[in-house]
């Protein structure tokens, strides 16, 4: 190659100018990109504002959320609240100085199991009634004095006095025992067995007393009196011995003309009392055909 040809060849490859290439996106991929990126900005931005709509709602805090509050005691809730669902919890109690209200459509029970779920006691309150299961039951007073008490064995009355307002007065299938039976001021003091017998026993004595009335024991057929190793007495000022028989003289026997008001109590070998005229001495052996 001649000098000239070389010196025209570098010529022609100066005035070439050099290719530039583009990198990136551009055109309708650029357009969609943004379009994204603002989509997504979009989204962000509702998000952040339903978050806070919702924190605003629920009253969210550091200390909780709503009418519930996070203590160091527990968990603190104000208001009314509504459990749709069981409720556990070692201790529920209202504020110092305000009730603590529970409310039910239906009942409310408190049931009390051991580790392997076994009910052991039962507190159940609905439209029926009250009812309570457990082998023990017990009602105290603030003092800590035992006022009512009740398990298999017996059922224990703690208080000073027991109240029975109903007309028809306690009813009880078994024995009773009690120091003292006493009416109300004013009110008449009744023990009846209207279709049994009625035992009163005591091991140092029974004692009948009204001060301000009468006592009056009526039966359909004997009244017992009996004493074994003491006596009875009858200590009043008049002692009055209501229809007794009157025992009639034989035909043999003379008899006054004379009608008598003045009688004698006389005993049968039986112990049966009747009356006969008094004489100038004892009538009983003439008029004893009461005793036979």
Known sequence: MTQEQCSHRNNV?????????????????????YFFVLLLMILILINL???????KVMNFTIDGMGNLRITEKGLKLEGDSEFLQPLYAKEIRSSPGRPLFLQSSRN?????????????????????????????FEVKSTSGKLLF?????????GAERLRVMGAEGAVFSKSVETPHVRAEPFKELRLESPTRSLLMEAPKGIQILAEAGDIQAICRN???????????????????????????????????????TVYEVCVCPNGRLFLSLAGAGSTCQINNNVCL
């Open 13 to 33: 490859q100066s005035s070439e100018k050099p290719q530039v290439y583009k990198v990136g996106i551009y055109g309708w991929r650029k357009r969609c990109l």
């Open 49 to 55: 504002a339903l978050t806070i709509w919702i924190l």
């Open 222 to 260: 004997e009244l017992r009196l009996e004493s074994k190793d003491g006596e009875i007495a009858l200590d009043a000022q008049r002692i009055r011995l209501m229809r007794l028989p009157e025992g009639k003289a034989s035909s043999s026997s003379s008899s006054s003309g004379t009608r008598q």
């Open 149 to 157: 008490s009740a398990d298999e064995q017996e059922v224990v009355v």
């Open 108 to 136: 409310i029970s408190v049931n009390i199991v051991n580790s392997n779920n076994q009910l052991l006691t039962q507190l159940v309150t609905g439209s029926s009634g009250f009812k309570a299961r457990g082998k023990m």
